[in-house]
């Protein structure tokens, strides 16, 4: 899990180098204290040496390394948890389908209240006929 950890640090250290890449910047200074945590963390575990601890702390440690990189996500990408969420979400029905985009179905038998017939229908009205008792000649309809 060190590797994990020096990717991580070492992204700070680009984001540091490079401040245009940041675009939450509260995002960013969140994952950099849980950076701070998790290396305290790490120490704490490697001082105390008791076995239970140090498997409690590694522990931690994991979920607060796999906080900060979605963080680091968030901040770099520009997106918030919400938005983050939801492509997630959307990602995981494009791996679960295969595809992009949701299926469409359109129903091709009959409608479910049963076909009308022609007569029913009320007769087709065509707009650029005038209106009965109105002469072609008299212009436009006013619209006052």
Do not use: W
Not at 25 to 34: G, K
Request: aromatic content about 6%; proline content about 7%; hydrophobic content about 50%.
């Amino acid at each position: 899990m060190d590797s994990v950890a020096t990717a991580i640090i070492g992204f700070i250290f680009v984001c540091i180098v490079m401040p245009h890449i940041v675009k939450h910047r509260h995002q960013f200074y969140m994952a950099l204290v849980l950076m701070l945590v998790a290396m305290f963390g790490t120490g704490a575990a490697m001082i105390i040496g008791n076995q239970g601890f140090r498997i409690f702390m590694s522990a931690v440690v994991i979920i607060l390394e796999a906080m900060a990189v979605l963080l680091l996500v968030m901040a770099a990408g520009g997106l918030t948890a919400r938005e983050l969420a939801g492509n997630m979400v959307r990602a995981y029905e494009v791996m679960r389908r295969g595809e992009t985009e949701k299926e469409i179905i359109i129903p091709t038998g009959p409608a479910p209240g049963g076909k009308k017939d022609e007569e029913e229908r009320p007769p087709r009205q065509v707009i650029d006929e005038p209106r009965p008792g109105r002469d072609k000649d008299q212009g436009p309809i006013p619209f006052e």
